[in-house]
């Protein structure tokens, strides 16, 4: 059978079984990164705003790479609206926060005359502070400080239990529900992986960047204003090269055909030494420079374009627990933030991304083989610098293709799951998100990457000079949209308990940095 006849059948059996109607209490979250600047558009020196609690701590207010990097997160939600709202809420309480400064409203950088400039994320003196430092500080010596500036969104999507057990009787699987929602989920990845390319064209919205991002980098970016470069057709150089695409990660060969050889490969590369990264040294003249000399340091350093994950207790893991408690939910990472909508994203995105992932949990079980990996990356790597270009090929198994005619097939099937989700939720709107894809295809001036170059040529405004017009039309956008009282006493409330919780895991560690660290590399 083929692809689609596969996917069909899958799509049919789902539809007529109990599973279907559980698909209501489908879960996404959403992390959002934002740079905040000045007035002028320049990176802040300010450490994290006090009243944004701490950055250790905090459930939905942290840092990611820079002190300067803020990253919002949503608890779960089951409707897309609910996911907005709330950022959108974490948004206005946070400019209650920044005094005069601004969230970038986009993936790529201001402009930064000197990497030198850029702050690391301090979160206090504790151990797992210091950890967190220290790994950032690691970062900073591979692969430069640069790269940490990037911004994106990651789009957290898990089904209900009740749903996997449904599920599980329909496909008349007899193993554990933990080994078959595991086995499910990198189902899902592994066609995710396949296809994700389409999400680039459809969603990408990084076709330029400030010159000094590449500053003294060999490239082959031309030149849009004089300040400003780009490439023509690109769609996501926040994804390509430029940006989260380290060489040495590049030959890991992570497996994603299951949760053991994910699980296996990630250790493999956590616990082997790295010739060039030995010659940068752990701890030289008594400070840190890395946690390790290995390929990664920590789980989180793999630059995945979605990622299987699973909630860690309290000091565990992340492949600890999803090695003992299996997949708990997938986390897409390669979302541009999008300048044309306030939070960077908005619930019609959202509902074409809860159906194409659950369009990719549908599709043939496969294994991805080491040549089609290759393709695959190829095929992302094509659609990130020109996935706009008419006449682009791709490629398969079976050889070229066109990528309009590929795009066209993967979304007649999204299109039926479409309608699957909106019988489930007695709307259109699925089918709507679908069909605003399809006018993409059609014209592909309306994509979010074309219109961010159609706007730089029109208003002839430089990069950093557009987006921090953007940036402070969404700064009036919601202080002029007052918080709820509720909403604003919430957040409140975590940022003052969050500091309470920092200075108690201060006042408790027994152990000194070094012992600390032994014990959580060796752990």
């Known amino acids: 059978m083929n692809v689609e006849s596969i996917f069909t059948e899958q799509l049919e059996q789902l539809a007529v079984s109990d599973a279907a109607s559980l698909l209501k209490s489908t879960l996404r979250g959403i992390e959002k990164e934002g740079l905040r600047v000045d007035q002028t558009g320049s990176l802040s020196q300010k450490k994290h705003p006090h009243g944004l609690g701490s950055a250790l701590t905090n459930a939905h207010i942290t840092t990611d790479f820079s002190e300067s990097l803020l990253e919002l997160i949503t608890p779960v939600f089951d409707t897309p609206e609910g996911a907005v709202t709330y950022l959108e809420n974490l948004h206005k309480f946070t400019y209650h926060h920044l005094d005069e400064e601004l969230i970038w409203a986009a993936s790529m950088p201001c402009r930064i005359e000197d990497a030198k400039s850029i702050p690391i994320a301090w979160f206090g003196s504790s151990n797992s502070g210091l950890l967190k430092h220290i790994y950032r500080v690691g970062l900073k010596h591979r692969y430069g400080k640069m790269m940490q500036t990037l911004a994106g969104i990651h789009y957290n999507y898990s089904l209900p ?86 060489d040495v990660q590049s030959d890991l060969n992570i497996c994603f055909n299951h949760l053991k050889t994910y699980i296996d490969s990630l250790n493999e590369a956590i616990h082997t030494s790295y010739e060039p990264y030995k010659k940068i040294g752990i701890k030289v003249d008594g400070r840190y420079r890395q946690l390790s000399d290995t390929i990664l340091q920590i789980e989180n ?183 709820q009282p509720a909403a604003l006493e919430e957040q409140t409330r975590e940022a003052t308990e969050s500091i309470a919780r920092q200075k108690q895991i201060e006042a408790t560690d027994t152990l000194d940095f070094d012992q600390f660290l032994t014990r959580h590399l060796a752990s």
């Open 161 to 246: 239990d009740d749903f996997w057990q449904a599920f599980q009787d329909q496909q008349k699987n007899r193993q554990s529900l933990q080994t078959f929602r595991s086995s499910s989920y990198f189902r899902l990845i592994r066609n995710f992986r396949r296809h994700s390319w389409l999400l680039l064209y459809l969603f990408g919205a990084s076709p330029a960047l400030a010159e000094s991002f590449v500053q003294s980098k060999t490239h082959n970016l031309q030149t849009l204003h004089k300040n400003t470069l780009y490439l023509p057709y690109a769609t996501s150089l926040r994804m390509s090269d430029f940006g989260y695409s380290p």
């Open 301 to 483: 350093e793999y630059y995945s374009d979605i990622r299987p994950k699973r909630v860690p207790h309290a000091g565990e893991k992340p492949l600890h627990a999803l090695l003992h408690r299996g997949v708990q939910y997938v986390e897409v990472r390669h979302t541009d933030i999008n300048p044309f909508a306030p939070v960077g994203i908005d619930a019609e995105q959202i509902r074409f991304l809860d159906t194409f992932l659950l369009s990719c949990l549908l599709m043939n079980h496969e294994e991805v083989s080491p040549d089609e990996c290759k393709i695959v990356t190829g095929n992302t790597r094509k659609v990130i610098t020109s996935g706009r270009q008419p006449g682009l090929m791709l490629n398969t198994l079976q050889g070229s293709t066109s990528g309009i005619e590929a795009a066209k097939r993967l979304l007649k099937m999204v299109g039926k799951t479409a309608e699957l989700l909106d019988n489930v939720h007695n709307t259109t709107l699925h089918s709507s998100s679908v069909a605003g894809q399809i006018e993409k295809l059609e014209d592909s001036s309306l994509t979010p990457s074309a219109r961010l170059l159609a706007a730089l040529k029109e208003s002839g405004l430089e990069y950093t000079d557009w987006v921090l017009l953007k940036s402070r039309e969404y700064r009036d956008y919601f202080q002029n949209s007052p918080l």
